[in-house]
């Protein structure tokens, strides 16, 4: 073999194996979402790949199940296990379900993270609320009473029984149902995230209380659903629909009357920021402990509580005045 041949030799192995070490070297984040095909998680996904590229060394593994199903997102996990990802970051379809899977992730030293909708302490380092979940539940509750000044009757339209997310926002509203003494909630339904049966159960509450004005749906399927179901009765300006959406899916229904108007914090930011932690903390520059800091980029610093739990953002309001902006954006 020639020098000039024995140089090119050498310096491609080098190079294969420089390749090998950059790829080996860079870390796998798996965003598991309650279910694909959800706005508001498919939202996330983007903050999550510009969370990615601000790093620089990272992967997304976008994934989840095709229906909002523990059972789903379990089958979803165990296969991130087997491929040895670095991190899972998950939005849970139920609190304890997913705990016995995670911790095995965890054993085979996989960071775990949920986000959005948490699970048990014990299945999970950190979990990264959207917002206050207090705030969520004034909020929502708030909406509905802002638009009714002589007040009336109120009803809940959420996503599964088991939704932790949604059952801790509703459980805060009650807390302060008291403040807003005009207005009375009446029942709470659930749509399980599915259009259908959320748009069915709207039907359903319309008929079950004549007098309803207004329903509170804190969840970004529900809430469309049931502005649907109000426009296709005829009730638009008798019954407000509020909650949490997305402005891109609600902004029909803001312009028609529908809805007056609904919150949501900005999913691009929260997959971004559920990002930013699970780096973090697989890479080893911060710890999952109470009083604990942890950048978020651009979102500032989070501050783990003494359950590992930690708010991103307040809640932001949309209506007329600024529907047209977001619903370009998500």
């Given at each position: 073999?020639?020098?000039?041949?024995?140089?090119l030799?050498?310096?491609?192995?080098?190079?294969?194996?420089?390749?090998?070490?950059?790829?080996?070297?860079?870390?796998?984040?798996?965003?598991?979402?309650?279910?694909?095909?959800?706005?508001?998680?498919?939202?996330?996904?983007?903050?999550?790949e510009?969370?990615?590229?601000?790093?620089?060394?990272?992967?997304?593994?976008?994934?989840?199940?095709?229906?909002?199903?523990?059972?789903g997102?379990?089958?979803?996990?165990?296969?991130?296990?087997?491929?040895?990802?670095?991190?899972?970051?998950?939005?849970?379809?139920?609190?304890?379900?997913?705990?016995p899977?995670?911790?095995?992730?965890m054993?085979?030293?996989?960071?775990?993270?949920?986000?959005?909708?948490?699970?048990?302490?014990e299945?999970?380092?950190?979990?990264?609320?959207?917002?206050?979940?207090?705030?969520i539940?004034?909020?929502?509750?708030?909406?509905?009473?802002d638009?009714?000044?002589?007040?009336?009757?109120?009803?809940?339209?959420?996503?599964?029984?088991?939704?932790?997310?949604?059952?801790t926002?509703?459980?805060?509203?009650?807390?302060?149902e008291?403040?807003?003494?005009?207005?009375?909630?009446?029942?709470?339904?659930?749509?399980?995230?599915?259009?259908?049966?959320?748009?069915?159960?709207?039907?359903?509450?319309?008929?079950?209380?004549?007098?309803?004005?207004?329903?509170?749906?804190p969840?970004?399927?529900?809430?469309?659903?049931?502005?649907?179901?109000?426009t296709?009765?005829g009730?638009?300006?008798?019954?407000?629909?509020?909650?949490?959406?997305?402005?891109?899916?609600?902004?029909?229904?803001?312009?028609?009357?529908?809805?007056?108007?609904f919150?949501?914090?900005?999913?691009?930011?929260?997959?971004?920021?559920?990002?930013?932690?699970?780096?973090?903390?697989?890479?080893?520059d911060?710890k999952?402990?109470?009083?604990?800091?942890?950048?978020?980029?651009?979102?500032?610093?989070?501050?783990?509580?003494?359950?590992?739990?930690?708010?991103?953002?307040?809640?932001?309001?949309?209506d007329?005045?600024?529907?047209?902006?977001?619903?370009?954006?998500?």
């Open positions: 073999m020639s020098i000039l041949r024995k140089v030799t050498t310096a491609a192995m080098a190079s294969a194996l420089m390749a090998g070490t950059a790829h080996a070297e860079e870390m796998r984040i798996a965003l598991v979402v309650k279910a694909l095909g959800i706005g508001f998680f498919e939202a996330a996904n983007k903050g999550a510009e969370a990615a590229k601000e790093l620089g060394d990272v992967k997304i593994i976008y994934t989840g199940p095709t229906d909002t199903t523990a059972e997102q379990i089958e979803v996990i165990n296969s991130l296990i087997a491929q040895k990802v670095d991190a899972i970051a998950v939005s849970a379809n139920d609190t304890d379900a997913l705990v899977t995670l911790k095995k992730a054993d085979r030293g996989i960071t775990v993270i949920s986000w959005d909708s948490g699970v048990a302490p299945g999970r380092q950190m979990h990264l609320n959207p917002s206050s979940s207090p705030l539940g004034n909020m929502i509750i708030k909406l509905a009473a638009n009714l000044p002589d007040g009336g009757e109120v009803a809940v339209l959420s996503a599964t029984s088991t939704s932790t997310n949604q059952n926002w509703i459980e805060e509203m009650k807390k302060v008291g403040n807003y003494p005009k207005v009375k909630v009446v029942g709470t339904v659930y749509g399980d995230d599915l259009a259908d049966k959320s748009y069915r159960e709207a039907q359903g509450l319309m008929q079950t209380y004549p007098d309803l004005k207004a329903i509170i749906a969840t970004s399927v529900g809430i469309v659903a049931a502005a649907q179901a109000v296709d009765a009730k638009v300006g008798a019954v407000n629909v509020t909650g949490l959406g997305l402005p891109s899916e609600m902004a029909g229904h803001v312009k028609s009357g529908a809805s007056k108007s919150a949501i914090w900005n999913p691009i930011d929260l997959g971004y920021s559920a990002t930013m932690a699970a780096y973090h903390l697989a890479k080893g911060a999952a402990e109470p009083g604990a800091k942890i950048s978020i980029g651009r979102m500032g610093d989070i501050t783990l509580d003494d359950n590992n739990e930690a708010a991103m953002a307040d809640p932001f309001v949309y007329e005045s600024n529907i047209d902006e977001f619903s370009s954006i998500f």
